[in-house]
């Protein structure tokens, strides 16, 4: 009996020790389902509820870009593409096999969709091919019966109607890369593009808009199951331009084979009419994509189309800059407006000599004769009397040395040479020689065609500032008052009536370019840049002609001019990368690009001020 009670005693003991066990369980897992279900209840439903609910973004059609006229240059087409859903189709090699016998596919495409149709979810759709014509589109229609999990879908994608005459000013739009990325939901999304330059880039979240968002349900899959709410977003803003599509056009078309660059702008407002760069490239081609001989090609170019010449492309300005290194005479006092220089051909100073382009020199000029014939000779001699310091503070309040501020990035700011400068980056002071050549506009001088227009058209508008502007019709308040140079109307009438005797004197270096319809005269400076020292022997025996030299050695041809004379509207600028001389090369582009200009836009009134003086020809 004795061991029948011990034996009860320890079952009860182990009964209670379970028993206990399971009550503190029990306890545990009620107090556990009242946590989740009481006290987090609102927590667990709206994750429930994000299970069932997906939030899709609906990107937005892309603002347009148009020219002043209103003319589309970046519009958005339809895209007809087809997507593969690989649950659809038993098999997804078998229905690309089909397809491939109505559109071409390549093995690239074809591996890229095998990939993504194994990595993804079965019902996610695949994109197969993008920007197919119409007849490719068709044909697939047609065809839908032997083609099982095939989907036509039409989509946006971005197109430029003009192409290459406007394709570094406009830029284009690319997929996003990692550095874009702002943790924007929408720069996620695979067909998602942004601008990568020009205007494109520049007006990036005008031309986006906002995204809308659908609401769906979806299974535990994530399989659409229906749309519950839509909410539309806000299509991108249209850009309007100031450019001329057309003149655009004209100009680049007028600069045919050549590497130059053209510039357009309002003497006034500072409105680019046009901003030309050649050769240029396919916008189009980066949204639809290279293959990599079509990539190799673009960039081992030895024109180099991906270069925007007209904002990035520094050269020496030439003669061009006569104009400045005059006025920078004239302002100091240190030459008298009648100053006379004798050109034999070539002048000595130190132990070597300076020689002017007419190997048997000029005789006596004035300096409106000067610029007239483009005497090298008389701007050395003015450049040794005015010195570097005064050169560099006139090209300086011209704009030279700085970027002009344009509305697109990829601008550079040229080169003004000082004395500082010549200590800091080449650790020598600055020689007397050095000078001369910045009187002629060579030497360590780099300028960009924009530069060139700005300071063409601030002769032009009686000294008043000009800031180049893209984007037409910005509200006054946001366009400064105009603000003078500082320069008497004495120095800057009589660098006005030198340009227009370049033009329309028979000794004028650009005399044969000239405008010769009424009204519409042309004022102007042409340049021709040496890339290449010429040798004492080739002076003796006569320098080669451009077309014995290979094309990089070749001089670099300039024109800057305004018109009308009586009343200037429109500055230009014209470079011709080894085009030879400026006068035959350069200056025909910029008669007929602002003849174009005028007949297109004659009765554009002036923003503010008015000329300083009426140009005409005579001796001073």
Not at 132 to 140: C, D, E, N
Not at 325 to 336: D, F, N, Q, W
């Amino acid at each position: 009996m004795q061991r029948d009670f011990v034996r009860r005693k320890a079952f009860t003991r182990r009964a209670l020790v379970l028993s206990g066990g399971a009550a503190a369980l029990t306890a545990v897992l009620v107090g556990r389902l009242y946590y989740l279900q009481v006290i987090n209840t609102g927590r667990y439903r709206v994750l429930a509820e994000e299970n069932r609910i997906s939030w899709r973004l609906l990107p937005q059609s892309r603002g347009r870009i148009l020219d002043r006229f209103g003319i589309e240059v970046a519009n958005n087409r339809r895209n007809y593409r087809i997507l593969l859903i690989p649950e659809q189709t038993s098999s997804v090699t078998r229905t690309l096999s089909v397809l491939r016998g109505l559109v071409r596919i390549d093995d690239r495409d074809l591996h890229r969709v095998l990939r993504e149709a194994e990595r993804n979810a079965g019902f996610m759709p695949v994109t197969v091919l993008e920007n197919l014509s119409w007849g490719q589109f068709a044909r697939i229609n047609a065809h839908m019966p032997n083609l099982p999990g095939v989907q036509p879908g039409v989509g946006e994608s971005r197109f430029y109607p003009h192409g290459q005459p406007l394709a570094h000013l406009v830029g284009y739009v690319g997929p996003v890369s990692p550095e874009e990325q702002t943790g924007d939901p929408l720069l996620k999304l695979p067909e998602f593009r942004t601008g990568k330059r020009g205007v494109e880039k520049a007006r990036e979240m005008v031309l986006r808009g906002k995204a809308g968002n659908s609401q769906v349900e979806v299974n535990a899959y994530g399989r659409a199951i229906r749309e519950i709410e839509r909410k539309a977003g806000e299509p991108g803003r249209d850009v309007r331009l100031s450019i001329d599509a057309e003149l655009q056009r004209l100009a680049y078309e007028r600069l045919g084979d050549e590497a130059g660059s053209v510039v357009v702008m309002g003497v006034y407002s500072g409105e680019l009419l046009a901003l030309v760069s050649t050769p240029s490239f396919d916008p189009n081609a980066f949204h639809l994509g290279f293959d990599s001989r079509q990539w190799r090609a673009l960039t081992r170019h030895p024109r180099a189309p991906l270069v925007h010449r007209a904002i990035s492309g520094q050269y020496a300005p030439g003669s061009t800059f006569k104009m400045i290194v005059a006025l920078a005479g004239l302002e100091a006092g240190t030459i008298p407006a009648d100053h006379r220089v004798f050109c034999s051909g070539r002048m000595e100073f130190g132990d070597r000599f300076f020689h002017c382009w007419k190997k048997g020199g000029h005789g006596v000029l004035s300096l409106p004769h000067a610029i007239e014939r483009s005497c090298d000779i008389h701007f050395y001699d003015v450049a040794r009397r005015v010195g570097i310091d005064r050169i560099g503070e006139m090209a300086g309040r011209f704009g030279f040395g700085a970027p002009t501020g344009i509305d697109i990035e990829g601008e550079e700011g040229g080169l003004v040479p000082s004395r500082e400068w010549m200590r800091r980056r080449h650790g020598r002071p600055w020689h007397q020689g050095e000078t001369l050549l910045s009187g002629i506009g060579q030497g360590y001088l780099l300028a960009t065609p924009l530069q060139l227009a700005v300071m063409t058209a601030q002769i032009a508008n009686g000294g008043f500032r000009v800031r180049p502007t893209l984007i037409a019709g910005e509200p006054p308040a946001e366009r400064p008052a105009p603000e003078s140079l500082g320069l008497s109307a004495t120095s800057l009438s009589l660098v006005q009536r030198a340009m227009d005797m370049v033009s329309n004197s028979p000794h004028g270096t650009a005399y044969r370019a000239r405008i010769r319809e009424p009204g519409m005269a042309i004022a102007g400076k042409t340049g021709t840049v040496q890339v290449r020292r010429i040798t004492e022997a080739e002076r003796r025996t006569g320098v080669l002609k451009k077309e014995d030299l290979p094309w990089k050695e070749r001089d670099h041809a300039l024109f800057v001019g305004f018109a009308p004379v009586d009343a200037p509207r429109y500055a230009v600028a014209v470079v011709v990368e080894h085009g030879g001389g400026g006068s035959s090369a350069a200056a025909p582009v910029a008669r007929d690009v602002l003849t174009e200009a005028l007949r297109r836009d004659p009765d554009r009134a002036p923003a503010v001020g008015r000329p300083v003086a009426n140009t005409t020809s005579g001796e001073t």
